[in-house]
Nanobody
Framework: QVHIVESGGGLVEAGGSLTLSCAAS????????MSWFRQAPGKAREFVAL????????RYADSVKDRFIISRDNAKNTVNLQMNNLNSEDTAIYYC???????WGRGTQVTVSS
C-alpha cells in the first residue's frame, strides 16, 4: 500500500528556517519524481518544488527560488524541503506528492510569525 507522510512543520519566526521531510513507502521510490505543494488559508494549492527521480533535476516556484532547497535520499525513501528566510506568505499546509498517479500525503502545517 502506498503511503506518503510529511513531518517537520511547526511555528517559526520570520527570517527563520525549517526543514520538512516526506517519507514514502509501498512503491519503488527511486523511480518517481516527487514534489512539494502548499495551500494557504483561502487560497488554491500551489506548486512549490520538484525533484526528479535521481535527484539531479530540481524545479522551484518563483516565490521560493533561492530560499528553498528540495533534495531526496533514495536509500531512505525520503524527500526533504529546506526552507530558509521564511516570511508570513510561506504560512500554509505543505503537501508531498508523488508525481505519477496523483498520490498525496496529508500535509504538515507551517506557520511563520511576523
Amino acid at each position: 500500500q502506498v503511503h506518503i507522510v510529511e513531518s517537520g512543520g511547526g511555528l517559526v519566526e520570520a527570517g527563520g528556517s525549517l526543514t520538512l521531510s516526506c517519507a514514502a513507502s509501498g512503491f519503488t521510490f527511486s523511480s518517481y519524481a516527487m514534489s512539494w505543494f502548499r495551500q494557504a488559508p483561502g487560497k488554491a494549492r500551489e506548486f512549490v518544488a520538484l525533484v526528479g527521480s535521481t535527484g539531479q533535476i530540481t524545479r522551484y516556484a518563483d516565490s521560493v527560488k533561492d530560499r528553498f532547497i528540495i533534495s531526496r535520499d533514495n536509500a531512505k525513501n525520503t524527500v526533504n524541503l529546506q526552507m530558509n528566510n521564511l516570511n508570513s506568505e510561506d504560512t500554509a499546509i505543505y503537501y508531498c506528492k508523488r508525481e505519477t498517479g496523483n498520490i498525496w500525503g496529508r500535509g504538515t502545517q507551517v506557520t511563520v510569525s511576523s
